[in-house]
């Protein structure tokens, strides 16, 4: 376990959450909570997070293990897990007692589900008044669409980001990032809920949706379309209005990113791929000409970084400290990347059921309070009995009754 020299788990270690989500939304603001050390208990109902069969129901195969879902496990490790029957009213006393007794309470299901269960903000404020109580959506908690249903792709489509990227052929493309950037901006909302707690001495309600958190994702470039009210055309990169702002293919099948949008790179680079006569040729010497003759200047440094591989134009490149370039890589070759493996962006853990494994990281480095992976996500209850028994008084002739009425597994 990676702890400073006090014992800390993280910033946040001491903070209880009870995360009451499922799929990726929910969970993947918790896993952040939880990496940066609040205990987070997972409570599933008695079938189970729909998580742990994705493979099945998206027909991927994500199995690893003895039962152990690449999907599931990716985005709750690190939590506990209880499994309750909460149309039970011995459930939901369950889930209110532990309300109590906890910091935050996450919750991405359907707008009015909460409420109809006795689990919307203000039945958790009856039994905890300065609860953080943290809402995942589709469309935002206010409007018209606010109780409608969403998943990923459909998040994305309302947003407009089915035309963030891909050629300009008509088509829409899926972005994939809906889920993961609702989570991320959630479990931010949560902790500026925790600092004005700590400084205003209230709980209060937080909401993220996926519309929102895509708008949010896509600033930059959303903001300048809202301001001149254009919209940004889609380009081919054999037809990119900024050459230095592309990739390129070498002659192993490999790429290379330049992220150079001013002119004083033109001559360092020209000079870096041995064609100096570039510089001043009248056709690329300027932004505004390499623009206006871009479909003759793409074919052309094609041809060239046709000439070595990737790992010679690397070599050439490098010799140009102020070049912005990076090489083109695939998922896989991050688990090797030195610059992931020393900021510990990718973790590695020793999975009791999978063995050694590697795990993306929340990827925030604290200099006294480091982040560390430390369990593996919970099987389906876990620590059901465990947490009724330490944490909430129950007793063992409880825990029999519980089950015997089907309030527990």
């Not at 799929?23 to 109902?45: H, N, R, Y």
């Not at 809402?135 to 963030?164: F, H, I, M, T």
């Not at 046709?306 to 688990?335: C, G, H, M, P």
């Amino acid at each position: 376990m990676n702890t400073d020299s006090n014992g800390y788990k993280g910033p946040l270690d001491g903070l209880k959450v009870i995360d009451w989500t499922m799929w990726q939304f929910g969970p993947i603001s918790t896993v952040m909570l939880a990496d940066m050390g609040a205990e987070v208990i997972k409570v599933e109902s008695l079938d189970g997070d729909h998580g742990r069969q994705f493979g099945q129901i998206m027909g991927i195969n994500t199995e690893l293990a003895d039962g152990v879902n690449a999907y599931f496990e990716s985005m709750n490790r690190q939590k506990l897990g209880i499994a309750l029957d909460l149309k039970n009213p011995r459930g939901l006393k369950i889930l209110h007692k532990l309300v109590a007794e906890s910091d935050i309470f996450v919750e991405n299901f359907r707008k009015g589900v909460a409420e109809r269960l006795g689990l919307g903000y203000e039945d958790l404020l009856k039994h905890n008044e300065k609860i953080i109580y943290a809402s995942a959506s589709g469309y935002g908690p206010k409007g018209p669409d606010s109780a409608k249903p969403a998943l990923e792709l459909a998040a994305e489509a309302r947003a407009g980001a089915l035309w963030w990227t891909g050629p300009d052929d008509g088509m829409p493309y899926p972005a994939g990032m809906a889920d993961q950037i609702g989570g991320i901006m959630l479990s931010y909302g949560v902790i500026g809920a925790i600092v004005a707690r700590e400084r205003f001495g209230f709980g209060q309600r937080v909401d993220a949706s996926h519309l929102g958190s895509m708008i949010w994702a896509h600033g930059m470039p959303e903001g300048i379309k809202f301001l001149t009210g254009k919209e940004f055309p889609r380009t081919d990169r054999t037809i990119v209005a900024q050459p230095l702002w592309n990739y390129y293919q070498c002659k192993d099948g490999e790429w290379l990113a330049f992220s150079m949008s001013q002119n004083r790179y033109w001559s360092q680079f020209c000079n870096a791929l041995g064609i100096p006569e570039c510089i001043e040729d009248p056709r690329f010497s300027t932004t505004e000409v390499r623009a206006d003759n871009r479909e003759e200047l793409i074919p052309l440094l094609d041809d060239v970084f046709a000439t070595k591989n990737r790992e010679e134009w690397e070599a050439e490149l490098a010799k140009y400290k102020d070049l912005i370039w990076e090489r083109v890589q695939r998922s896989l070759d991050l688990l090797d990347d030195p610059q992931v493996v020393e900021n510990n962006y990718v973790v590695e853990f020793d999975h009791p059921v999978v063995g050694p494994t590697k795990w993306p990281q929340t990827p925030l480095t604290y200099s006294k309070t480091p982040l560390s992976t430390r369990k593996m996500a919970p099987t389906h209850g876990e620590n059901t009995e465990e947490i009724l028994l330490e944490r909430l008084g129950y007793t063992w002739d409880d825990i029999v009754s519980l089950k015997d009425d089907g309030v527990i597994l």
